[in-house]
């Protein structure tokens, strides 16, 4: 870990280039992240006296946005300085915006400390290189997606192949969509989500093995819990 030099007293401290290979992590496919625990840590080593805040409207801390979603403003602030406010979107665990009617207090803990870090990153530098990858990463998508020509084709029934499979989407139940999630995950990470179902749920059942334990999964309660597990794995990812 380099040696920063001391800022001044309200001085902005420069924590750009602090963070190592050992404060990073990576779950599987997600991407790499350093968590909001060192986050805070890094932050009172080299940062002390700047503290963390969300700013409110009309007494609110989630803020309406014009499309119907919520968002934080957040500033860090040290005796008078305090630094500009840095607007962040309250998100699910696919980086879509929340409706403001479905925000609940776990969503905007998650994004407090999301927040947290993408403003550390804002302010400081602190841990920018992961955030300027994913900008990167990001852009690059963009551009390879707009690149890519668009072909619009009529869907031809052949034997009611395409036809089948429209139906198919269309009529999916809320358990066979958790299938489709789960099965996106690397078979370690499947495993371990149903475990933790299990152990939150059935902690005396002797059902093992995924498909057992997938059984186990009946009611839209069960599908929410398994979802937010699944999100807990992400929800330190940037």
Not at 32 to 41: P, S
Not at 86 to 105: E, G, Q, T, W, Y
Request: aromatic share 8%; net charge neutral; hydrophobic share 35%.
């Amino acid at each position: 870990m380099p040696n920063q030099p001391k800022p001044k007293e309200g001085a902005i401290p420069d924590l750009s280039g602090l963070i190592s290979k050992e404060d990073l992590h990576k779950k599987g496919s997600f991407a790499t992240y350093m968590n909001w625990a060192r986050t805070t840590q890094y932050l009172r080593e080299h940062a002390p006296g700047w503290g963390f805040y969300l700013a409110a409207k009309d007494e609110e801390y989630v803020w309406k946005a014009p499309g119907g979603s919520g968002y934080l403003m957040c500033f860090f602030e040290n005796g008078e300085t305090r630094t500009p406010l840095f607007p962040f979107p309250i998100m699910d665990n696919r980086n879509n915006p929340v409706p403001l009617d479905k925000i609940s207090a776990r969503d905007v803990t998650d994004s407090h400390r999301r927040a947290l870090c993408a403003c550390a990153a804002f302010v400081f530098g602190l841990a920018y290189e992961l955030w300027a990858k994913i900008e990167i990463d990001e852009a690059a998508e963009s551009d390879k997606a707009e690149s890519q020509p668009k072909i619009t084709r009529t869907p031809r029934v052949n034997g009611q192949k395409t036809m089948n499979n429209m139906v198919s989407t269309l009529t999916k139940t809320p358990i066979d969509k958790l299938k489709d999630e789960l099965a996106q995950l690397p078979a370690n990470q499947r495993s371990e989500v149903l475990e933790q179902f299990k152990a939150l749920r059935f902690p005396n059942t002797n059902v093992a093995g995924n498909l057992g334990l997938f059984g186990l999964i009946k009611t839209e309660q069960h599908i929410q819990e398994v979802q937010r597990i699944i999100e807990d794995m992400k929800i330190d990812s940037p």
